[in-house]
């Protein structure tokens, strides 16, 4: 039998078309987001959590793909039927190492989406809102009811 985790998430999801952020960039750039996490807060050092970006409005450009290297907090909010889970953290793209801050919604209501709230690294890229993703590719875990 698994061990429960009493707040996390997984996350395997794709965003197609987003207008992002990117620091000292003016405007938007269209692209798409892969996210990929197993975050849980009991087991934060065997956590991981990546995001690539995709340019498809300059091809090539702007690719990047960051990957956290240490998770520093999960907290996980009832809302309602749904869960968001925030994590937090630090990462790398090629050799540069940041702070990001992801916010993940597991959306239960049938014919819903799931929704990548946010998900920010600190100077370097901003998602610039939520991204809609399919309903079943996150899956918080911890906000279950007691």
Same mark, same amino acid.
């Given at each position: 039998?698994? +061990?429960?985790?009493?707040?996390?998430?997984?996350?395997? $999801?794709?965003?197609?078309? =987003?207008?992002?952020?990117?620091?000292?960039?003016?405007?938007? @750039? %269209?692209?798409?987001?892969?996210?990929?996490? =197993?975050?849980? +807060?009991?087991?934060?050092? $065997?956590?991981?959590?990546?995001?690539?970006? %995709?340019?498809?409005?300059?091809? =090539?450009? =702007?690719?990047?793909?960051?990957? $956290?290297?240490? +998770?520093?907090?999960?907290?996980?909010?009832?809302?309602?039927?749904?869960?968001?889970?925030?994590?937090?953290?630090?990462?790398?793209?090629?050799?540069? %190492?940041?702070?990001?801050?992801?916010?993940?919604?597991?959306?239960?209501?049938?014919?819903?989406?799931? +929704?990548?709230?946010?998900? %920010?690294?600190?100077?370097?890229?901003?998602?610039?809102?939520?991204?809609?993703?399919?309903?079943?590719? @996150?899956?918080?875990?911890?906000?279950?009811?007691?």
């Amino acid at each position: 039998m698994g +061990i429960i985790c009493p707040c996390g998430v997984r996350v395997d $999801a794709c965003s197609e078309n =987003n207008n992002v952020r990117f620091e000292g960039q003016m405007g938007t @750039i %269209e692209g798409n987001l892969t996210y990929l996490a =197993n975050v849980c +807060i009991t087991t934060l050092n $065997a956590s991981t959590l990546s995001l690539q970006f %995709e340019d498809t409005e300059t091809p =090539n450009l =702007n690719n990047f793909t960051f990957t $956290a290297n240490e +998770i520093t907090s999960v907290v996980c909010n009832r809302q309602g039927q749904n869960c968001e889970v925030t994590v937090t953290g630090t990462g790398t793209i090629d050799s540069d %190492e940041y702070t990001f801050e992801a916010v993940f919604r597991d959306q239960v209501a049938q014919a819903a989406v799931d +929704i990548v709230q946010s998900f %920010e690294i600190t100077g370097f890229f901003d998602q610039n809102g939520a991204a809609p993703v399919a309903q079943g590719s @996150i899956i918080a875990l911890g906000c279950q009811e007691l």
